[in-house]
């Protein structure tokens, strides 16, 4: 297979790439540090925000829709700020400038409507099953779910005829697109997402879920959390809610599943109310996108 | 704050330096402060309820923010929430006020779902934090906080170990909830513990008394047994030896038949009890008369009572059905123990059998029976424990009085088989009344007359001699049986053992077969059921009726031989009377002679009502009857007669006084005894004026009764002709 004269594709190299070519929205750092200040107040952490027009917009529409359970109107950043939390709003404010971060991805190489659908499928489920479970802070598994095949993008950047190979190679052997990366490149999207992840300094709570989603017995500090991003990938895959480079069902991973201790039946509670979520989310992201 | 515009200068760094730096010391304060909680856990183990809890955990979240009040709320059975601890406690006015507003705008509620901190602004500017405090499995509670200002109230680190403090204080509730259960568990359980040591001492007591009870009986049961079998082996030897006049061997003859006969009560009492007490036993279900049962029952212990002088009577309430379905063998042998045992204890005055209706419901009547006697009574103390086995009033009386002093306690597990209760009252020197009570179905007449075969008669007219087949191993058995049936001259051709009879079979013709179960080489029903296949091999329409005789006369035992084939079956010892009706039924079916095979009722019995004068076939004595009350003994009659006469005349005199008197209820007494007396001694027309006399006597009306008094004393003195004529000379 020609895998022409280009240096070598090592995670490294590719995460290095990239991030010179994209980079996470500025406020994200600041509002990391203002959240984590002790003499901070809840001004300080919505002015930052409110910086952002689109944020702003995006956030007040994502804290009003059903993900919410519409509780109480939230007509600003700052009762958003009380309500939903400080950390969970950073999280969120994360989650809603993703897509605003990756532009100019071939059509044909990767449907970025369909790949953001997918994303945010996956995150809403992710939280949803949180959510179930009463953990706490579960907007962190809204934005791994969004974040989770990341990686894909990174490889259809940094090395966009090596992403088309093995599109075609899906095509024609019908084998899983995460297997052939691991065949041809001798890693997976999710590392190199993880990777990329880490380079941007999003805490590790996020980053490892979205590093070991396809290898759940790899994760050390975040377990649960993994495994709940790679039921919810699998679920998303085989509903068929949205898709990214992927086209088939990857495998469940036994460990991981006993280690959730859901029973089958709750899945389809869980489904149904998060179908309306989705819907809802993808408009409201998809449509301050540009700004 | 930091300014990003002067993002390099020396001030910009300075800051950023300072910040840093208060950033990691407020990181290792907090994580110092929580892995130093010692005084936490302590305080958390020590408490003892909720409130101590969230007071413990109150103090630790002091230690690390500076919440300006901080309050619990706990949760109730109700799923409501109620403040139960507030810090400083001036504040719970205000907490209270505060949190009950945040659960009328949902807040709280959101609070409860979030799992995380959740901040309302106050309106004094302050701002109030909600945390719940629940496990993974349940919410425990609320914690609510007060901030000063609308500061963004905690940093990170600051939410992540108020988080820690809250999850620890969630876990300390459960624990205390299932301690609390544990303990009250442990101590439910000690006292159940010792509620059942103590039964079980009392159980080990009653088991070691019951030992030592059987232990007894077993001891005066072998004097009981041998006693009478010492008697039955001595006369037989005496007679053995011969030389003895016709009267002396004849008393000797009677002195074994006494002996056998005691012994037999004894066996019988002992094997009755052990099989009720393993279970096997089983109550009948056949329809049956109740007046008649007792009549029976009263008229075998009527002779007992006339030796002692004790009076004997019954009333069977109007309201008891005339026709009851059960077990009236069962029936009659309680009421037998009851009245034997009144008999056995009392000296002088009466005995009386009552019988009432205790309950009805559709199907079913609960009778209440009554044995009263005017004996020597029973102490208080020992009222309950005669009916316990094994023991008797007081050890006297067994020797006094003999018997195997399980009377009592069979007729209490009979009458337990029946669904009644037994008991008695009585006083020393006063008298005893027996009670039971008994369940049976409701009968209907037309069962009554199909399945009537109680009455033993023994007298069959026109019976046709038949060809016998006996099969017994036991000699005296089988001369037994010739004996009773050689008066009608039936052909008996012996077996003595099973394939004996079945080769007789084979090469004889024969009307029915008497065979014996227990017997060796081939037991009855393995014959039985030779014959039978034979039968079938040889295409024979009609088989030969087989009747079992054996000494297992039970339900389960009766089944038994009807599935060898046997016809029916006659418990041993056979009653002749019963061997001889059974040929009857069954050899009715096969000669063509008009034998009258059930009788509904026996002849010359009395009309039920009395006509005005007395009809001309009633007969002045009916000898028949009175011998076969007397068990075919003929040599008591005299005696018999003697002890009606001593007792009639002075009610004779009695009635006569009462009349002049113009007393219906005296004279309806004396009646009454009269009838009963004549009736015993079956003067039928005796029994019957007096029947008329009483009756009248009863209804208040005394205009007919000179006339039938008059009429009264001249068929007494009918009476003392006719047996004078007859040979009874009347023993005085």
Not at chain 2, 151 to 167: E, F, P, R, T, W
């Amino acid at each position: 297979m020609a895998m022409s004269d280009y240096p070598p594709a090592t995670i490294e190299r590719l995460v290095e790439e990239t991030s010179t070519v994209y980079s996470l929205p500025l406020f994200y750092e600041r509002l990391n540090e203002t959240i984590n200040h002790p003499r901070s107040s809840i001004d300080d952490i919505s002015k930052i925000i409110t910086e952002d027009q689109g944020l702003t917009a995006r956030l007040l529409r994502l804290a009003n829709s059903p993900m919410f359970g519409c509780y109480a109107k939230v007509e600003s950043i700052a009762k958003a700020v009380t309500i939903i939390g400080t950390q969970q709003l950073r999280d969120l404010a994360l989650a809603a400038s993703v897509m605003g971060v990756f532009k100019g991805i071939p059509e044909d190489l990767l449907n970025m409507t369909s790949f953001w659908r997918h994303c945010i499928a996956c995150g809403i489920i992710a939280r949803s099953l949180a959510v179930y479970r009463r953990e706490s802070n579960v907007e962190r598994l809204f934005v791994a779910g969004m974040l989770h095949d990341v990686g894909q993008v990174v490889l259809a950047t940094a090395r966009p005829e090596v992403s088309r190979e093995l599109l075609e190679a899906q095509r024609d052997t019908g084998m899983l697109y995460l297997h052939l990366e691991r065949e041809r490149l001798g890693f997976d999207h999710a590392e190199l997402g993880g990777a990329l992840l880490k380079k941007w300094k999003i805490p590790a709570s996020i980053g490892e879920p979205v590093a070991c989603h396809h290898n759940p017995g790899s994760a050390e500090q975040f377990r649960l959390e993994t495994a709940l991003i790679h039921l919810a990938d699998i679920i998303c895959q085989s509903m068929e809610l949205g898709h990214g480079a992927e086209a088939g069902v990857p495998p469940l991973d036994e460990p991981a599943w006993d280690r959730l201790g859901m029973s089958p039946q709750m899945l389809g509670t869980v489904l149904k109310q998060s179908e309306s979520q989705i819907n809802e989310t993808f408009s409201i992201l998809s449509g301050g996108a540009d700004g | 704050m930091v300014d990003r515009n002067l993002s390099n200068s020396p001030e910009f760094l300075q800051e950023r330096v300072s910040y840093l730096e208060e950033s990691n010391q407020r990181f290792m304060s907090i994580l110092e402060m929580l892995a130093s909680s010692s005084e936490f856990q302590g305080d958390l183990s020590r408490a003892k309820d909720g409130a101590g809890i969230f007071k413990a955990t109150a103090s630790q979240l002091r230690r690390l923010f500076s919440f300006q009040s901080m309050g619990f709320l706990d949760s109730q059975f109700d799923g409501s929430f109620e403040l139960v601890v507030a810090d400083p406690p001036g504040a719970f006015d205000i907490l209270q006020s505060q949190v009950e507003a945040r659960m009328m705008d949902g807040t709280f509620a959101w609070a409860l779902n979030r799992n995380q901190a959740v901040l309302a602004p106050m309106e004094n500017g302050e701002t109030l934090l909600l945390q719940v405090v629940a496990t993974q499995s349940c919410v425990r509670g609320m914690f609510a906080g007060t901030l000063p200002g609308s500061s963004a109230a905690l940093d990170g680190a600051s939410l992540n170990a108020l988080s820690i403090v809250l999850y620890t204080c969630a876990y300390a509730l459960e624990s205390t909830i299932l301690y609390g259960m544990l303990h009250d568990h442990t101590q439910h359980l000690e006292e159940r513990v010792q509620l059942r040591t103590r039964d079980l001492e009392e159980a080990r007591r009653q088991a070691e008394a019951a030992n030592l009870a059987k232990s007894d009986f077993l001891a005066n049961m072998s004097h009981e047994i041998r006693t009478p079998m010492n008697g039955v082996m001595g006369m037989t030897e005496l007679m053995l030896q011969g030389g003895l006049t016709p009267q002396k061997e004849k008393k000797y003859l009677r002195a074994i038949k006494d002996s056998a006969d005691s012994l037999m009560l004894i066996i019988n009492d002992i094997l009755d009890f052990s099989k009720i007490e393993a279970g096997k036993f089983t109550l009948e279900k056949v329809p049956f008369n109740l007046r008649d049962v007792v009549e029976r029952c009263l008229g075998g212990l009527l002779i007992r009572c006339e030796e002692k002088g004790l009076g004997l009577t019954s009333r069977i309430d109007l309201a008891v059905p005339a026709c009851l379905v059960g077990d009236h063998g069962r029936l009659r042998q309680v009421l037998t123990n009851l009245v034997g045992n009144a008999v056995k204890f009392c000296q002088q005055g009466r005995i009386t059998v009552e019988v009432d209706l205790d309950s009805r419901e559709t199907d079913d009547v609960t009778l209440h029976v009554r044995v009263t006697d005017t004996g020597i009574g029973i102490a208080e103390e020992a009222c309950e424990r005669i009916f316990n086995q094994f023991e008797q009033a007081d050890t006297s009386t067994t020797r006094k009085f003999g018997g195997t002093g399980l009377g009592l306690a069979i007729c209490k597990k009979l009458v337990a088989l029946m669904d009644g209760d037994i008991w008695v009252e009585s006083r020393l020197g006063e008298g005893s009344c027996f009670h039971f009570t008994a369940r049976f179905q409701v009968g209907s007449e037309e069962l009554l007359a199909a399945d009537k075969d109680l009455s033993p008669d023994s007298s069959q007219p026109g019976q046709v001699p038949l060809d016998i087949l006996l099969a017994d191993d036991v000699e005296i058995n089988r001369a037994l049986v010739q004996a009773v049936l050689e008066p009608y001259h039936h052909r008996i051709t012996f077996a003595e053992d099973g394939r004996k009879a079945y080769d007789q079979y084979r090469s004889g013709h024969f009307d029915i077969v008497l065979m014996d179960v227990q017997m060796p080489e081939m037991d009855g029903l393995q014959s039985a059921r030779a014959i039978r296949e034979y039968e079938r091999a040889i295409g024979r329409s009609a088989p030969v009726p087989i009747v079992a005789m054996t000494a297992f006369a039970g339900n389960e035992d009766r089944q038994i031989c009807l599935d060898a084939g046997m016809d029916d079956y006659l418990s041993k010892p056979v009653k002749p009377a019963q061997l001889l009706q059974l040929l009857n039924r069954f050899c009715e079916r096969r000669t063509t002679s008009a034998v009258a095979v059930t009788e509904i009722a026996p002849p010359a019995s009395i009309p039920k009502s009395a006509p005005d004068e007395l009809d001309d076939s009633i007969e002045i004595f009916d000898q028949k009857e009175l011998l076969e009350r007397l068990g075919g003994r003929s040599e008591m009659v005299p005696r018999f007669i003697g002890l009606f006469c001593k007792g009639v005349l002075p009610q004779l005199e009695g009635l006569a006084t009462s009349l002049e008197a113009e007393d219906p209820e005296a004279v309806r007494r004396h009646a009454h005894a009269i009838k009963g007396s004549a009736g015993n001694i079956a003067a039928q027309r005796i029994h019957q004026m007096a029947a008329m006399i009483e009756k009248t006597a009863k209804e208040g009306d005394l205009t007919e009764t000179p006339q039938r008094f008059a009429m009264l004393q001249l068929e007494y003195s009918a009476f003392i002709e006719a047996v004078g004529a007859l040979g009874f000379i009347a023993e005085t």
